[in-house]
């Protein structure tokens, strides 16, 4: 029947899942393996370099799986009446090192807003993945433009604009698939779990984008009038 067949195919998109996050993993548990096997074999000889490998390693699982964690379902409590401002502010101000280093700046826009009903961690989690994202695809430098406006009665616009190198149109589709990445040590989780998130808080969001011009990605979230 036709539920047999819905809960068949999710079941193997968990199986998808699990075999990515496996693999993902599994790699830097065998290079760690390998480099104890190395340090058990040179009769107590631990080089500094062996250590500084083998630590990179152990921070990438680290990084994989704190990202995995964020999709853990969360609970009903954590939902709290937030100002957007607050929330674009603190991560601004958090990402405002990496941007300078980089050339970068990072402009926001608002004009006077509802609250928010969210949990907080991870809204601001959202913002850092898609400015993070900004800044890499920005080597060489510009602006970052941030703008949060009221699309309408209910409905919070938050739009972020980077210059950076842009996305190809038919790779566009693939952002949000777990661990898709185009860089060298990217773990090609961020948008993933930033798709979850907002669709956790009944959000949605596009991304459009143009090579050598940049990227825009738009997102909409439910306001809460306060009477
Ligand atoms: P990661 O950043 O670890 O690669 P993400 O899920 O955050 O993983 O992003 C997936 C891919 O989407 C990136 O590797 C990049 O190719 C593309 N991407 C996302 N945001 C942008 C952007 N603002 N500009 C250019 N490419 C982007
Ligand atoms: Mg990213």
């Known amino acids: 029947t036709e539920r047999k067949l819905v809960k068949s195919e999710k079941l193997s998109a968990v199986g998808q899942l ?78 405002k090192s990496q941007a300078l280093m980089n050339s970068i700046e990072i402009k926001v ?26 800044i890499e695809s920005m080597p060489s430098g510009g602006e970052i433009t941030v703008n ?19 996305i190809p149109e038919d790779l566009i589709e693939n952002i949000g698939i777990p661990f898709y990445t185009t860089k060298q040590r990217g773990t090609g989780l961020g948008m993933m779990t930033t798709l979850k998130i907002i669709e956790v808080h009944n959000g949605t969001m596009d991304i459009s984008s143009e090579i050598g011009k940049g990227t825009i990605v738009n997102i909409y979230l439910p306001m809460y009038s306060l009477i």
Request: overall charge positive.
């Open 18 to 95: 699990s075999a990515s996050i496996a693999h993902e993993i599994r790699n830097p548990l065998t290079a760690l393996k390998g480099f104890l096997q190395l340090m058990s074999s040179s009769e107590g000889k631990v080089t500094v370099s062996y250590l500084e490998v083998m630590s990179k390693e152990i921070e990438r699982i680290e990084l994989i799986t704190g990202e995995l964690l964020l999709l853990a379902k969360p609970q009903a409590h954590h939902f709290k009446l937030e100002n957007i401002y607050g929330i674009i502010e603190h991560v601004t101000a958090l990402l």
């Open 148 to 166: 949060l406006k009221k699309k309408n009665k209910n409905t919070l616009f938050i739009q972020i604009a980077d210059q950076g190198c842009g």
């Open 109 to 134: 826009m608002y004009e006077e807003l509802p609250p928010i009903r969210c949990i907080v961690n991870q809204i601001k989690q959202v913002f850092i993945n898609i400015i993070k994202n900004a």
